[in-house]
């Protein structure tokens, strides 16, 4: 990350409640959408490491 503010990129650093927030929202509202794509069997995969 320090090297991306070097270069003059602006990092955006969530705390621990607006992460969980946004991993919740991501899990259900885009990984449905995802799972049509890239097939069930890759996003049970991906639940079951994220668990």
Same mark, same amino acid.
């Given at each position: &990350?320090? &090297?991306?503010?070097?270069?003059?990129? =602006?990092?955006?650093?969530?705390? %621990?409640?607006?992460?969980? =927030? &946004?991993?919740? /929202?991501?899990?259900? /509202?885009?990984?449905?959408?995802?799972? %049509?794509?890239?097939?069930?069997?890759?996003?049970?995969?991906?639940?079951?490491?994220?668990?």
């Amino acid at each position: &990350m320090k &090297m991306l503010e070097e270069k003059g990129v =602006e990092v955006v650093r969530f705390d %621990k409640k607006e992460f969980d =927030e &946004m991993v919740a /929202y991501v899990r259900a /509202y885009a990984w449905p959408k995802l799972e %049509k794509t890239f097939g069930k069997e890759v996003f049970d995969g991906l639940r079951e490491a994220t668990k």
